[in-house]
């Protein structure tokens, strides 16, 4: 009986019955109200018919669709749906009779337009990066313009579609989440469909790019101190500061300082070192470890999702090292950058708080007086490359940290 969906068309019919004893002397033709649709009104999809049926005496109340007879009510009749046929225009007929012969009808007209999908939702709301293998959730709401339930059904980017939602009313969103199984990003997007079934197109994508998470490790310098460490994609990084003394041969590294030359700082924020003693070959990493290069630094921004958020995945979160705002900090990576500062070439320190400057072993090739390190701020989650500090910059003391071979 329901055939094409899109061009069928449904009545709700609630009829309101008022009973009362019967009289012989009853003259008085049935009253009938139709509450519902108005005469000349658009109907999307469906017709909701409500109508009240008023007789001391009622036996019967006919409907007729386009002169049709398609129903008869009786005192208890009450009826939710009705399948109506296809068309644009559509007169809706109530006849009622009572008992002693008297009847009165009442008809509208609507006009019958096809079902009107929800609007489509905007992008999803969820997170914009996580670790793959956990569970994260989106939210997505819309409207049916005509005020139709709506369910959602999310597409999470990864080849997975969602189970369709339960229905929540028209401009209520709904909260599903999903577990991504590898890094990378994707792009997550929702639909709706309305009680009728008809569907809105796709959202437009919400990014969200996960990264796996991080394995810890330690190792063990040349004096003996020991660090975390984590990988971070297909990279072992020290997940603290270099504060070694000694190049693996044993000679003492001589550009090498504590923070305002207080070895209380070394404990949290490592020691700072010159471009040369950072690469110096005697080898300043532990066994097995190197400085990292640009490139190797580029790896670990280029997973983290690219330089203006990798800074804040880097970054140690809160307030009790980094200066407020310390924007972006999630510390996503397990990398756990502090601001340990910088030492001019003058011996004047700074910054402490507020930047994070790191050595990578390569030098600027347009300029060889210069060196690439990369910085990060406590008011942006941005990852700086630079090479310029001043001429001078190979000799400033800025942190190490050391990458596995
Ligand atoms: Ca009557
Ligand atoms: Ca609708």
Redesign the pocket.
């Given at each position: 009986m329901l055939r094409n969906k899109k061009n069928t068309f449904f009545i709700t019919t609630i009829l309101l019955l008022v009973i009362s004893n019967c009289s012989f002397f009853?003259f008085?033709?049935?009253g009938i109200n139709i509450i519902s649709p108005e005469d000349g009104e658009q109907c999307y999809g469906k017709v909701v018919l409500r109508a009240e049926v008023k007789?001391?005496?009622l036996d019967r109340t006919e409907l007729y669709i386009n002169g049709d007879k398609r129903l008869e009510y009786t005192k208890s009749d009450i009826f939710d749906e009705i399948i109506l046929g296809e068309g644009t225009d559509c007169t809706i007929k109530l006849k009622a009779f009572?008992k002693?012969g008297?009847w009165k009808e009442e008809e509208v007209r609507v006009e019958l337009l096809a079902f009107r999908p929800p609007n489509t939702p905007s992008a999803p709301s969820g997170p914009t990066s996580g670790y793959a293998d956990s569970t994260y959730s989106f939210s997505a709401g819309t409207t049916d313009p005509d005020g139709d339930n709506v369910a959602y059904q999310f597409d999470w980017g990864d080849g997975n579609l969602s189970s369709w939602s339960s229905y929540v009313s028209s401009g209520s969103s709904v909260s599903m989440s999903h577990s991504w199984s590898s890094a990378g990003t994707y792009s997550v997007k929702v639909k709706a469909k309305d009680s009728d079934g008809a569907e809105s197109d796709w959202s437009s994508g919400s990014t969200i790019s996960f990264i796996a998470t991080p394995e810890a490790g330690t190792v063990t310098d040349i004096d003996g101190n020991e660090y975390q460490t984590v990988k971070i994609g297909d990279q072992w990084w020290m997940a603290e500061n270099l504060k070694v003394t000694h190049y693996r041969n044993g000679d003492e590294i001589d550009g090498c300082w504590a923070y305002n030359d207080n070895e209380s700082n070394v404990g949290t924020y490592g020691r700072l070192y010159s471009w040369y003693s950072a690469t110096d070959s005697r080898g300043i990493a532990p066994e097995g470890w190197h400085v990292p290069s640009d490139g190797e630094w580029q790896t670990l921004v280029n997973y983290l999702s690219g330089s203006s958020v990798a800074g804040g995945k880097m970054k140690e979160t809160g307030t009790t090292h980094w200066n407020s705002p310390n924007t972006g900090a999630t510390n996503e990576s397990g990398f756990s950058a502090l601001p340990g500062g910088y030492r001019d070439s003058y011996g004047v320190y700074s910054n402490m708080g507020n930047f994070a400057y790191f050595w990578s072993s390569t030098e600027d090739t347009d300029a060889s007086l210069l060196a690439w390190f990369r910085f990060l701020r406590n008011d942006v989650s941005d990852v700086y490359r630079n090479s310029y500090f001043s001429y001078y910059v190979k000799g400033y003391g800025f942190s190490v940290r050391c990458v596995r071979d």
């Open positions: 009853d008085v033709p049935p007789d001391q005496c009572d002693r008297n």
